[in-house]
């Protein structure tokens, strides 16, 4: 569970083995909440990591971030955290070092869905 700033409270809920991520939020102004869930590719060619690339990649040719390295730290120091609560038994980690803000322009879009899968031999 994420608590920020502003009264938002987000859920993360990993089911593993299945490899999604379902993250549910209530927002604090109307109390309304939403949800969304995330997949990984299981199998080559691991479309989640070619988005990655495509950012380091702009980066290289441009000479510009292609996101905010606000985001970047947001997102592993958050990580961070959530990771020493589990080591210590759900224990609250604050993170004062995280009160940053920024605007990004970046816009996300849906990856192509995994291809369908093939029969193996024998079936």
């Not at 009160?99 to 996300?108: P, Q």
Request: aromatic share 12%; hydrophobic share 35%.
């Amino acid at each position: 569970m994420v608590d920020y700033q502003d009264g938002l409270r987000a859920t993360i809920l990993w089911a593993s083995p299945i490899n999604e991520w379902t993250v549910a939020w209530r927002y604090a102004d109307d109390g309304s909440t939403q949800s969304t869930c995330f997949w990984t590719q299981e199998g080559r060619p691991y479309m989640h990591f070619t988005y990655l690339l495509k950012g380091v990649e702009q980066m290289i040719h441009t000479g510009q971030p292609a996101w905010p390295v606000e985001r970047t730290l947001l997102t592993s120091g958050a990580l961070d955290a959530l990771l020493q609560s589990r080591a210590a038994n759900s224990e609250i980690i604050q993170t004062p070092y995280l009160n940053i803000t920024y605007k990004s322009n970046w816009s996300w879009q849906m990856p192509p869905p995994p291809p369908p899968t093939r029969p193996s031999a024998g079936q």
